[in-house]
């Protein structure tokens, strides 16, 4: 099936469980996955019939700095429960990277998928 993507898309926010971190932003990274079919859109050189990435960035980034989170879990199950609600996708994978968290490794984070049910 197909996927439309975000690679990499950078949020600035309010994240952490610890005290200081309510007190500074720090950025998140996210990928995100959505399963369509592509093939109308293609064929008919249509916007408005695929998942248009600029305005899936928009919402996410909104949802996401609209108030503090602590659990970058919490981001990803929002996330995805967004895209499920908005867009015209039948599956999401959702990647939430939250680098300097842990000082010894490159990054961490958390990797979900969802259905539609
Ligand atoms: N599985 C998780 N572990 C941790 C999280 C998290 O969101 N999910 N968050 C923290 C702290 O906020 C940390 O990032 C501060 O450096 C710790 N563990």
């Not at 197909?2 to 610890?18: E, M, S």
């Not at 609209?66 to 970058?72: G, H, Q, S, V």
Request: proline share 2%; glycine share 2%; charged share 20%.
């Amino acid at each position: 099936m197909d996927i439309v993507f975000i690679k990499q898309l950078q949020v600035d926010t309010v994240i952490g469980v610890y005290e200081w971190e309510k007190a500074i932003t720090q950025s998140l990274f996210l990928d995100l996955a959505l399963t369509a079919d592509q093939r109308s859109a293609a064929a008919s050189d249509d916007i408005k019939l695929t998942l248009d990435y600029a305005v899936i960035a928009e919402k996410v980034t909104q949802l996401i700095t609209a108030a503090p989170i602590e659990l970058i879990e919490t981001v990803a199950e929002r996330v995805a429960q967004l895209l499920l609600s908005e867009f015209a996708t039948t599956k999401v994978e959702v990647t939430v990277s939250k680098p300097g968290a842990v000082k010894q490794a490159q990054t961490v984070g958390v990797h979900i998928v969802r259905s539609r049910s």
